[in-house]
T-cell receptor, first 114, second 114 residues
Framework: GAVVSQHPSWVICKSGTSVKIECRSL??????MFWYRQFPKQSLMLMAT?????????EQGVEKDKFLINHASLTLSTLTVTSAHPEDSSFYIC??????????FGQGTRLTVV | GENVEQHPSTLSVQEGDSAVIKCTYS??????FPWYKQELGKRPQLIID?????GEKKDQRIAVTLNKTAKHFSLHITETQPEDSAVYFC?????????????FGTGTKLQVIP
């Protein structure tokens, strides 16, 4: 299947700093990318949907100014957690898809804010 | 929006027995139903999917059934093996705005006992 690469796999940052997570589709052009957050032993909660070249659509309850999403090209989307706090510690995972195809997932990023 | 419920949350079976996981969805516009397997600390992997124009689909030991009238779909794993142990997520997706927004169920932790 198609490959989606997410980087970094894990990151530890100090409270108040910002962290950028990249999601790349390596062998296909992703018209749409999704960002999820997964708490331990829980399901994947959709945070936002981004289409290349347009603003991301955020789910209810997700702060746009805190979780900045950029989808500048058909192969790259970034999620920036701004002014991170310990409660932002979680597993963040992206998925990418083209028109009418299955979603392919990145390997996820474990963020720990200390 | 779409709401996907999944049962059971945990399931233990003896090796060689069958496992069944059931999901219901709320949005009648949903037309794509993928199932994902997620091993601890890893990305979700698509194992099988079904579209609304099909009632049943089988791939070796895995099968999925869909009842659009009742809005429920199920995953069946036969002749279970220890390597089937993982968390399984069902999902539903309507064809919305040119892309498919995937809503996940709450997950089922399957344990296959050797």
């Amino acid at each position: 299947g198609a490959v989606v690469s997410q980087h970094p796999s894990w990151v530890i940052c100090k409270s108040g700093t910002s962290v950028k997570i990249e999601c790349r589709s390596l062998d296909f052009q992703a018209t749409t990318m999704f960002w999820y957050r997964q708490f331990p032993k829980q399901s994947l909660m959709l945070m936002a949907t981004s289409n290349e070249g347009s603003k991301a659509t955020y789910e209810q309850g997700v702060e746009k100014d805190k979780f900045l999403i950029n989808h500048a090209s058909l192969t790259l989307s970034t999620l920036t957690v701004t002014s991170a706090h310990p409660e932002d510690s979680s597993f963040y995972i992206c998925s990418a898809m083209t028109w009418n195809t299955e979603a392919f997932f990145g390997q996820g990023t474990r963020l720990t804010v200390v | 929006g779409e709401n996907v419920e999944q049962h059971p949350s945990t399931l233990s079976v003896q090796e060689g027995d069958s496992a069944v996981i059931k999901c219901t969805y709320s949005d009648s516009a949903s037309n794509y139903f993928p199932w994902y397997k997620q091993e601890l600390g890893k990305r979700p992997q698509l194992i099988i999917d079904i579209r609304s124009n099909v009632g049943e689909k089988k791939d070796q030991r895995i099968a999925v059934t869909l009842n659009k009238t009742a809005k429920h779909f199920s995953l069946h794993i036969t002749e279970t093996q220890p390597e089937d142990s993982a968390v399984y997520f069902c999902a539903a997706s309507p064809n919305s705005g040119g892309y498919q927004k995937v809503t996940f169920g709450t997950g089922t932790k399957l344990q296959v006992i050797p």
